[in-house]
């Protein structure tokens, strides 16, 4: 399967909901944003809280161009928290923050559109 962020690009392969629900999706609330210089593309080091059952864990996001460190602060996301860990440069991001592109390609975060309790699981 080739995975591409194309808007005219045909959907995916079906897949069963129980290959669905094996991508563990949470949303979880930014704590602190940090630069990422060593990055190759701009990004952000980024520290998530999912609540007690996951816990904090960091992610590397390449959002600069959309979002601003200090508006991201506080927000709600959403991210993969079963992927194994990934090494980003000098830094192991440990889940995968999820957005859309927009017209031009950069990332929008996914956030609920309404606060929602750290560590809840999309369905």
């Keep these: 399967m ?48 999912f609540g ?24 709600q996301v959403a991210a993969v928290v079963n992927f194994p860990p990934r090494q980003i440069g000098p830094m192991m991001s440990e889940v995968l923050t999820l957005g859309f592109p927009d017209a031009d390609g950069a990332v929008v975060l996914v956030s609920p559109a309404h606060p929602v309790p750290n560590g809840g699981r999309l369905f």
């Design 2 to 49: 080739h995975v591409t962020n194309d808007p005219d690009a045909p959907a995916a392969d079906a897949i069963t909901f129980d290959d669905f629900m094996r991508v563990d999706v949470r949303v979880g609330t930014i704590l602190a944003v940090d630069p990422f210089p060593e990055a190759r593309k701009p990004a952000f080091k980024l520290t998530i809280d």
């Design 52 to 75: 007690d059952t996951i816990g904090v864990k960091r992610s590397s996001a390449q959002i600069t161009v959309r979002h601003t460190a200090d508006e991201l602060v506080g927000r």
